[in-house]
T-cell receptor
Framework: DAKTTQPPSMDCAEGRAANLPCNHS???????VYWYRQIHSQGPQYIIH???NNETNEMASLIITEDRKSSTLILPHATLRDTAVYYCIVRVSRPGGSEKLVFGKGTKLTVNP | DTAVSQTPKYLVTQMGNDKSIKCEQN?????MYWYKQDSKKFLKIMFS???????INETVPNRFSPKSPDKAHLNLHINSLELGDSAVYFC???????????FGEGSRLTVL
């Protein structure tokens, strides 16, 4: 079962920052926070992941609170193509494929013109 | 080149038939997965294979039989198809189960 809580939907104006929150209050010390998105029934796409520190890549930034019980995915300048369902997932990184990537319901982000 | 490719993209068939979906990845990964996304859009893991060995079998009916002939391929065969099998099936791969999963575009199965 999913161990994260996300709002079911959010809206954002094109060109503005989209801040997507995620609660993971039962996260363990060795669990990473991963974000994926799914654009209109395409295959899910990896965005970013982190353990403790904030992370940034070409797609987004990930801010993890100091107690690691919540995080925020930031899309700095949202475009219409960022309209998608965003999934926040906690996951242990373990070799051998034995751990599961468990998807919750995600947040449906709609970027409006 | 597509990193994770699935065939067919669409499959319409009658109840009771047997069908297969094929998946290939050219990323050199050693772990492959099958996920099912139902009409309510929930994505659920079905199987994972690491180096051709079954690692996760997520209480899927034994009508579903995955087969991994080599690390780059993971096929899904479904016997005696039922209406409830209608869904989008996604294949994915990763390296040793660490890091990000790369998903295929999905195979939409419709059982009539």
């Amino acid at each position: 079962d999913a161990k994260t809580t996300q709002p079911p939907s959010m809206d954002c104006a094109e060109g503005r920052a989209a801040n997507l929150p995620c609660n993971h209050s039962t996260i363990s010390g060795n669990e990473y926070v991963y974000w994926y998105r799914q654009i209109h029934s395409q295959g899910p796409q990896y965005i970013i992941h982190g353990l403790k520190n904030n992370e940034t890549n070409e797609m987004a930034s990930l801010i993890i609170t100091e107690d690691r019980k919540s995080s925020t995915l930031i899309l700095p300048h949202a475009t219409l193509r960022d309209t998608a369902v965003y999934y926040c997932i906690v996951r242990v990184s373990r070799p051998g494929g034995s751990e599961k990537l468990v998807f919750g319901k995600g947040t449906k982000l709609t970027v409006n013109p | 080149d597509t990193a994770v490719s699935q065939t067919p993209k669409y499959l319409v068939t009658q109840m009771g038939n047997d069908k297969s979906i094929k998946c290939e990845q050219n990323l050199g990964h050693d772990t492959m997965y099958w996920y099912k996304q139902d009409s309510k859009k929930f994505l659920k893991i079905m199987f994972s294979y690491n180096n051709k060995e079954l690692i996760i079998n997520e209480t899927v009916p034994n009508r579903f039989s995955p087969k991994s002939p080599d690390k780059a391929h993971l096929n899904l065969h479904i016997n005696s198809l039922e209406l409830g099998d209608s869904a989008v099936y996604f294949c994915a791969s990763s390296q040793s189960g660490i890091g990000e999963l790369f998903f295929g575009e999905g195979s939409r199965l419709t059982v009539l």
